[in-house]
């Protein structure tokens, strides 16, 4: 799961590790950072479990005023599914009163592939927080996004090395009028990134979500064919950012972009971990930096193997 950090900020507030080994309370008032609650499994010297962090978290804040909350590593990757810390978020959510941002997943290699997190239904979370601005998780294994309405949402961020096609469907069929950011990792069809840029229509085609500025659709083994696709959506022109970047794109794909709709309206255009040649990235840069448009093309990859096509490779993958 290279290419996967734990977050460093959500909502805008800095990611704190809660420290729930030391029993003193923290140093930051409760609205002032991102929360972020994690126990090592592997740890022999600490038998706390995901449950009993975040009760004493629940008892060192205060929680009325936690506006966002990271869920981290909750247990061993195939003991628990994310139900479990979920399940208990929810229970408090009388006392979350101001919880605005929550992201459920926050887990590096070194703790969980992204493969091995297993998920749920998340959109429990939209039913019992009205308020919230953000969501976002990371691991695609039995995701569930069941169609929902939700009247505030404003950011939608899923992270897989292989989106399940059901996920997309269910996003598309919600009532999300206030989503502005939408970054879907899509992934590759060994680790369960079974969709289609068929499934994408709806979303392409600018009707869904009509506030919607900023677009990622990441991370993915058909990056060349989503570039060719958003070459002529009309979503595009509601847009002032555009990501393409951490998949299998190259020439083939970026000259779709070039000559399809004009980009030039964009503020950024990011396409980095990229498999395009040199002449390539000029004339995408000739194209649009005129213009004002922030591009980046870092992280020129090559092929493994010199396999040429075939050996494009994602970001992420397990």
Not at 130 to 156: I, N, Q, W, Y
Not at 188 to 217: C, I, N, T
Request: glycine share 10%.
């Amino acid at each position: 799961m290279s290419g996967v950090d734990h977050l460093h900020e959500l909502l805008g507030l800095p990611a704190v590790d809660f420290q729930h080994a030391t029993g003193e309370a923290p140093a930051q008032a409760a609205d002032a950072a991102a929360w972020r609650i994690s126990v090592d499994p592997y740890d022999d010297e600490s038998e706390m479990t995901w449950e009993e962090a975040f009760q004493a978290f629940l008892g060192a804040v205060d929680p009325g005023g936690v506006r966002a909350l990271i869920i981290g590593q909750w247990g061993e990757a195939t003991d628990e599914t994310s139900s479990y810390p979920i399940g208990l978020v929810i229970a408090a959510a009388d006392r979350l009163t101001s919880l605005e941002a929550i992201f459920v997943g926050d887990m590096t290699r070194e703790e969980n592939e992204i493969s091995w997190i297993e998920q749920c239904d998340v959109t429990a979370l939209l039913t019992a927080f009205p308020a919230l601005l953000e969501l976002g998780v990371r691991g695609g294994t039995d995701l569930t996004f069941s169609p929902s309405k939700h009247d505030r949402l404003r950011s939608l961020t899923i992270e897989t090395g292989g989106l399940p096609v059901g996920v997309i469907h269910g996003i598309l069929d919600s009532e999300l009028p206030a989503l502005e950011r939408l970054d879907l990792w899509l992934g590759v069809s060994e680790y369960g990134g079974d969709a289609d840029v068929m499934d994408l229509a709806p979303l392409l085609s600018g009707s869904r979500f009509p506030r919607l500025h900023h677009l990622g659709l990441r991370n993915s083994e058909l990056q060349n064919e989503i570039a060719r696709a958003v070459a002529s959506a009309p979503v595009v022109a509601q847009l002032r950012t555009l990501d393409l970047s951490n998949g299998t794109l190259g020439d083939e794909g970026a000259a779709a972009l070039l000559e399809g709709q004009p980009l030039t309206h964009l503020d950024r255009l990011d396409l980095h971990h990229h498999f395009l040649t040199e002449p390539m990235e000029r004339r995408i840069k000739e194209a649009l930096e005129p213009h004002g448009v922030q591009v980046d093309l870092s992280e020129r990859e090559e092929p493994w193997g010199g396999r040429g096509v075939e050996g494009r490779y994602t970001t992420v993958a397990e």
